[in-house]
């Protein structure tokens, strides 16, 4: 019930492509999805974030689509750049029902080739 | 705004002595901090949740008397890792949940302390 499953493990991609990334969840009750990227020996840094009343959120290159019946929710980053190549966390949490835990699922590592 | 600083960056410490990582919550109040382990090429593992002026809640597995966290003040969070052996190296990180008006669901994190036990 608690998990957040990652997929895939590692994306290799072109400069100028798309990257994408995909988790899914089980637990119903969760309420909040962040998507957090980390560089070697940083913490991680809140990418962008989405709430279950909206299926899409765009920052930038940055976008989250969320299916809320599939449980599923995906980021997607356009142009993808070298300096985008990092370890990418999808994550949710049951904000509003009180329990803060931020579950995360395993990551992947993003290399984008110049 | 909502930077958390955390302190040491890294650490090398000798088996057997305690070591200290300090978090805070820069220009925010946090009543709740968090504190996840990392392990190479892994994902964060949440050890315990720290709220402000009570004791910890330590996720399952978790020795609660080797990984000691005080929460005294909204802004401060500190994990003493008591009596380190080598199985103990890891890198660790801090996260704050904001509170008050537009802060909405959002936790920021430390940049980590990398420990090492020799």
């Known amino acids: 019930q608690q998990q957040v499953k990652q997929s895939p493990q590692s994306l290799i991609v072109q400069k100028g492509g798309i990257s994408i990334i995909n988790c899914a969840y089980e637990n119903t009750a969760f309420d909040y999805f962040p998507w957090y990227q980390q560089f070697p020996g940083k913490g991680p840094a809140l990418l962008i974030a989405?709430?279950?009343?909206?299926s899409e959120k765009k920052e930038g290159r940055f976008t989250i689509s969320f299916n809320k019946s599939a449980k599923q929710f995906s980021l997607h980053i356009m142009d993808s750049q070298p300096g985008d190549s990092a370890t990418y966390f999808c994550a949710a949490s049951n904000a509003q029902g009180g329990s803060e835990k931020l579950v995360f699922g395993k990551g992947t590592k993003l290399t984008v080739n110049p | 705004g909502a930077v958390v600083s955390q302190h040491p960056s890294w650490v090398i410490c000798k088996s057997g002595t305690s070591v200290k990582i300090e978090c805070r919550s820069l220009d925010f109040q946090a009543t709740t901090m968090f504190w996840y382990r990392q392990f190479p090429k892994q994902s964060l593992m949440l050890m315990a949740t720290s709220n402000e002026g009570s004791k910890a809640t330590y996720e399952q597995g978790v020795e609660k008397d080797k990984f000691l966290i005080n929460h005294a003040s909204l802004t401060l969070s500190t994990l003493t890792v008591t009596s380190a052996h080598p199985e103990d190296s890891s890198f660790y990180i801090c996260?704050?949940?904001?509170?008050?008006?537009?802060?909405?669901?959002?936790?920021?994190f430390g940049s980590g302390t990398r420990l090492t036990v020799v």
């Open positions: 989405i709430r279950p009343d909206v």
């Open positions: 996260s704050a949940r904001r509170i008050g008006p537009g802060a909405g669901y959002g936790y920021t």
